[in-house]
């Protein structure tokens, strides 16, 4: 199986109604992928990340490693574990024996590595603007067309794409859950923490940027996910000591509660 690299120049713009906050999400084309990565952490013989490819990664020397029993990120990366998660797109929670990630052949090459613009000229007349890349699976926050910070997203699988367009963004949520979706065990709907609502479909699904799991390839219903490992610590208990805590980061910029009340 492999992702159409022929999607061509969809754009996705978000314009905040809560911030005068214009949020753009620029689709080129989906990532590749040259051979099927498993679904779920359930069919480890297949969970390959070096299968699948990014645009950005062609400057970038890298290798594929075999992660083995007792090996985790931290295990293998020191405190450049972080870097090496962004890079792959990918939690900890999805890091696990049997599958394969990639590892820069240098470290120093992803230290601080994003695949989108420092300067972005469309974003430059307005105060803040979100840039999200499907093809990248990665988000930007821009003031003034300058990057501010930037980080892993996991945005629509195929059937499920994330929708592409101009849009505006028209609520959040801080406790968030899915009325559609629950999490693996049927336990509980599925959290969506920080919520930040782009648009909602002609079926009257609505689509938002909020905290998920990232297995480090597009894997959604079709809202953008990011880090946050508080939550993925409150439902799974795992990680233990959260540090990626990307979902709350952008919503404390874009549309914090600080800003509107709760």
């Not at 999805?94 to 990639?102: D, N, S």
């Not at 849009?167 to 979706?181: E, K």
Request: glycine share 6%.
């Amino acid at each position: 199986m492999r992702y159409s690299r022929m999607r061509l120049s969809h754009k996705i713009v978000l314009v905040s109604l809560l911030t005068a906050l214009l949020v753009g999400l620029m689709v080129l084309r989906s990532p590749s992928l040259t051979g099927e990565p498993a679904a779920s952490l359930a069919d480890k013989a297949l969970e390959d990340l070096s299968r699948v490819e990014y645009p950005s990664l062609k400057g970038i020397k890298w290798h594929a490693h075999f992660v083995q029993p007792h090996q985790t990120l931290e295990s293998l990366f020191g405190a450049d574990w972080i870097w090496v998660a962004r890079f792959n797109r990918v939690d900890r929670r999805h890091v696990y024996p049997g599958m394969t990630i990639k590892v820069p052949d240098s470290m120093a090459d992803i230290r601080n590595y994003t695949p989108l613009p420092r300067l972005y000229q469309p974003a430059a007349g307005h105060g803040k603007y979100i840039l999200v890349d499907i093809t990248e699976q990665w988000l930007g926050a821009y003031e003034n067309g300058k990057l501010v910070f930037s980080a892993p997203a996991a945005t629509g699988k195929l059937t499920t794409e994330t929708p592409v367009g101009f849009f505006r963004i028209d609520a959040r949520h801080l406790t968030h859950t899915s009325s559609l979706y629950k999490t693996r065990d049927e336990t509980e709907q599925y959290p969506m923490d920080n919520a930040i609502r782009f648009h909602i479909g002609d079926d009257n699904v609505s689509y938002w940027i909020h905290a998920r799991d990232l297995p480090g390839r597009p894997a959604s219903h079709g809202c953008i996910g990011l880090f946050d490992e508080e939550m993925q610590n409150r439902v799974y208990g795992f990680p233990s000591r959260p540090v990626l805590l990307d979902s709350q980061k952008l919503y404390a910029w874009a549309a914090g509660e600080s800003d509107y009340g709760s």
